[in-house]
């Protein structure tokens, strides 16, 4: 009996119901594993994340966390069955996944460094039939990112650069995106600026799954929190409560953190 906090379900994937129930979850992971040769990346990690929703995926180094949004974009082959919005992705290749809506930022962000911020919009994967400059400056206005439009990147910081690359993601117009450890490197004012833009995201209605090493920036912004270790989910459930649960504490956390948990 896996350890979790939140209902996990039983779902094979062989009992897909390919029709969405009601309240669906925008994102359903069933019984998804991973293998790369003999390493056991993903195990049987079954969860929802639900529409319009901020979730995070936290777990030590190697516990499967980009390999899980991997497998959600359809670029590792997995077992088990990835839903969205109701329809069953399996064998759909990545960049159809993209045009259903699926958004990715990599750890790296990716950004063409001698462009300037919209530039690096406009050079970015789009879904609209607008004019891409159009488009753009529309998208980093909604982040407030409009007056730096005309600079090149290099000259931003960091909190700023990681938002110019959750920009071109968002010009997309994805109705989910996941972002692999937005905040790493980050100083907690950016960090906390950062934040703020992702509740924005979120509350002009992308759902968003975001992988991050800092709970702090988790405990304040997020719906859902999720952990992973070895491969495993081990816990899920409210910020404040799975921060408590005493295997996510032993494995990841350590009771300092858990000390510091925000009022
Ligand atoms: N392409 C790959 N080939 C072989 N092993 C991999 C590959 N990608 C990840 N792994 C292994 O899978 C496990 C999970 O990795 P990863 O998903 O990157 O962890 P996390 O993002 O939580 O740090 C690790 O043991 C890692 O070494
Ligand atoms: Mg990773």
Redesign the pocket.
Known sequence: MMPTISEQGDVSPDDVDPTPSQGAALLEIRDVSVR??G?H?LEGVTFGVPAGSLTGLI??????????I?AICGV?PASGVVVFEGHDLRGLRPHVRARRGLARVFQSGELCDDLTVLENVVVGPFRSRRRRADHARDVLQRLQLDADADRHVDELSTGRRRLVAIARALAQEPRLLLLDEPAAGLDSRESDWLGQQLIAVRDSGVTIVM?EHDLQLLMRICDHLHV?NF?RLIASGPPAVVARHPEVVAAYLGGAHVAAEPA
């Open positions: 790369f040769g390493v990346a777990g030590p180094n190697g516990a499967g966390k980009s390999t899980l991997d590792v992988i992973l491969g």
